[in-house]
């Protein structure tokens, strides 16, 4: 399947990974309160260095992400789930290649083509 140019835009710009990660902690705010069992697994704690990682390289492997941040494959895979969970990539391809990442990078302001 080919991969489209477009991703997740908010208010029609594009969702980098400092707006990203804005929104991961508004989530963990809003959810506070709630039993932990049901919000948090130690991987939360990695997402927005998976998300680092995955957004400006446009390349949701779980095998980048286990080499990356020294991650077992089965963390790394876990990773890519809550990523997808959180809109960042898409499903696992049935062939097994790296995910379609759904967010674009921001690009520095001066560096347009």
Known sequence: MPRSGTGKRLDGLPLGIVDFLELVGQRQKRLRGRPRALLVTPDHDLLPRAAE??????FGSTSMLQRKL???FAQAGRLMDLLEAEGVAGPPTEDGRARQVLVLPVRQVGNDP
Do not use: K, R
Request: glycine share 12%; proline share 11%.
């Open 53 to 58: 990682q995955v957004i400006p390289t446009q």
């Open 70 to 72: 020294g991650l077992s």
